[in-house]
């Protein structure tokens, strides 16, 4: 987490580790927070505020995009139930019944 950086002295000091964009993000909307569009290409500089999201998704992330006359915020909730079944049945196909 501490990186040492050398003074001109000889002494260490610790200063902190830069963060990765992905890592602002991720901080950013583990605190539950929505991000717009905008705020993630002016505050955070990414080119592509979608291919961030698509990148944070496939890491596990479940990020929904929200469309208003403001324009677009993406938010971080818990996946549904219909949901968690389509990853199923996409992974291990459709499955059978239990039958007694």
């Given amino acids: 987490m501490f990186n040492f950086l050398k003074t001109l002295k000889g002494e260490k000091v610790m200063a902190k580790a830069k963060l990765t964009k992905t890592a602002k993000l991720r901080n950013l909307f583990a605190k539950g927070a929505d991000v717009s569009w905008k705020q993630m290409r002016n505050t955070y500089d990414l080119k592509s505020p979608a291919a961030m999201v698509g990148k944070l998704r496939n890491e596990g992330m479940m990020i929904y995009e929200n469309r208003s006359s403001k324009g677009v915020s993406y938010r971080v909730g818990t996946p549904s139930k219909a949901i968690i079944a389509a990853g ?13």
């Avoid at 199923?88 to 007694?100: D, E, H, L, N, R």
């Fill in 88 to 100: 199923i049945t996409a992974v291990f196909g459709k499955q059978v019944g239990y039958s007694a």
